[in-house]
């Protein structure tokens, strides 16, 4: 059973704080679902599924550590000619690896959900602290 879980439905998207705990993606993937063919954006579904799927998995395991007590902050809007989505957690951060992740050596093994956001996204980007990763993607 999923924990907290609070949505507010905004014009153009859809706010949620919710616990960190990994029943609460497949939750927001549904709701990522709706909302993009309520913007008429049902083509961008896989997509963008695909990179909530993987920042979210990264902000319960890692920057929450699992703990259902931390709070995730999860955004999606539509805005203008594109759709941003932005994913916090109240952990401690990472040092992002400059622009892309590295395509070999040891750090592969952990790094492929930051190569499927580069794939997917136009933009990825991470605050100072490493624990917000902003996506955006062009309609």
Known sequence: MSGRYNKTKMN????????????NIDRTCHDVDICLRELQLPDLSFDIQLGVREALTNAVKHGSQNDPSKQIIFQINKQENKVVIMVKDEGCGFVPFGTKPPKEGPLLCCGRGLNIMH????????NERGNEVVLVKGI
């Open 12 to 23: 153009s998207g859809v706010h949620i704080a919710m616990s960190a705990q990994l029943d």
């Open 119 to 126: 794939h997917y996204f136009d933009k990825v980007t991470f």
